[in-house]
């Protein structure tokens, strides 16, 4: 999937756009509240956060004309139903907020939903509530202007509770055929692609008849020649074996990844998770053959949410999560993660990097010189910290039983974030080890985030750590990229997984670095940390 140009006509409309854009009595009411909130010791400075009110799952992520589109649930003060806010960027970092894209009517509110870039428009497809799933266009170089494909829901939602309300005794069919049996919450979080001349859609959803009777997670999928007319066809997941019994698959995006296709979406019950599978063109299914988590806890309090995503043109896929609170912050609470990029190493192996140009938020350096880290001691480093920085680092593990990197600490460690590494302490991976004979040497490691100390504050919740699996190889060694951003901290870790928290230190001091190894010597090899700035 390639990327839409900008060609001359549309750089003198969006000239003409961005004028309009700088006039527009709501952006100087978001410059308004962005500076009034930004004395907030919490709310992050580069990672974005809604410039007004609260926000939620984030929405609908496309390149389009040049420029990434964010879209998002906003709140606004004034009307706080869900609206989609709006924001463009040309680097993925830097974004500038845009008036709300999509707001309610004739539906109560605008919950979730995916766009789909086409040569001359862009769709956007999402839930109206007590409609349906509704499908919308825009076409000029901003997206300002979006028109409702019919006006109402193009598929109209027969929710059980609803219908039960209204006193109707059966679901009513979708297309003229009917949902299947006890199907809960029939569509929600829709998205979007196309195959060959058909649209297609898939809606979050559960089906009631999974283990020990638990219902487990289904997307439905609908096909339409004309966004107008759609027809329900089946449940699209074939040989998923890879979530909760009780999970559900909301926020759903389904996109081509190497020469496979992975499915991201958000369990209400688990988090963030992600298949990977082969799309059978012929029956319409997604035939899955594994999955993993992007939340390696419950994702509330201050847990990563649910997922946006994108393909990125290369043969990767561009994501962001909302990530949870975990404290009262008035004005707003939740914010999104930094972009990640999504590829494959290998058949069922997904790497995760940072996204965008982030090294342009770049500022003082402090690097730390290679050293030995001596067994079972703490090695505070000195005048190397802060609470807005991103650190680099890379270690030999050696004998070490464990090795911590911890950030955010008091100069008493009242307070501190623990990040630890166990190395081979994980699952045995077993399509790695290739029968027994390389059983040990497969073996995954662990990456944990532990918030357990992270702040003395009585309302800031606490939080179980995160313990994700990451594989390194005997010859490897542990590379992390750090990102710390007043009240959240997101582990890359050997490109391969990544964990990230909010955290609220109650302490002004609360900004040092040390390392630890415990039980044997270990070895840093570089450690480079800089101060960010902000990207408002």
Known sequence: MGHSKTTPDRDTAEAAQEALRRQHPILRRFAASREQLAADPYRPQYHFVSPEGALNDPNGLCFWQGRWHLFYQAFPPADPRPHWGHAVSDDLIHWRDLPHALTPGPEESCWSGATLVEADRVIAMYHGHELGNM????????????????????????????TRTTGKEQ?????????????????????????????????????????????????????????????????????????????????????????????????????????????????????????????FGPWYPGGVHAPTATPDGQGGVIALFNINAAKPTPGWDQILSLPRRLTLTGKDALAVQPAGDLESLRGDHQPVAARVLPANREIVLDGVGGNAVEIAAEFDPQDAQTLELNVLRSPGKEEYTRIAFYRDRGYVDWERSDGWTRFQESRDSLIALDTTYSSELPDAASRAPEIAPVYVAPDETLQLRVFIDKSVVEVFANGRQCLAVRVYPGREDSLGVSLRAQGADAALRSLDLWQMRSIY
């Open 135 to 162: 499908v919308a266009v825009a076409r000029d170089p901003l997206l300002l202007h979006w028109e409702k494909v019919t006006g109402t829901a193009v598929i109209p939602n027969p929710c059980p509770i609803w």
């Open 171 to 295: 679901l009513p069919g979708v297309g003229g055929n009917p949902p299947p049996a006890g199907a809960i919450n029939f569509v929600y979080d829709p998205c979007i692609w196309k195959e060959g001349n058909v649209y297609y859609s898939i809606s979050g959803g559960a089906l009631p008849h999974g283990p020990s009777g638990r219902r487990r997670r289904a997307e439905f999928l609908f096909g339409s020649r004309d966004l107008v007319t759609w027809r329900y066809l089946h449940p699209f997941l074939e040989d998923d074996i890879f979530g909760l019994p009780g999970d559900d698959g909301g926020c759903p995006y389904f996109w081509p990844i190497g020469d496979r296709h992975i499915l991201l979406h958000f369990s209400h019950m688990s988090g963030g998770h992600y298949l990977l599978g082969d799309y059978d063109t012929d029956r319409d299914k997604f035939v899955v053959t594994f999955g993993g988590r992007f939340t």
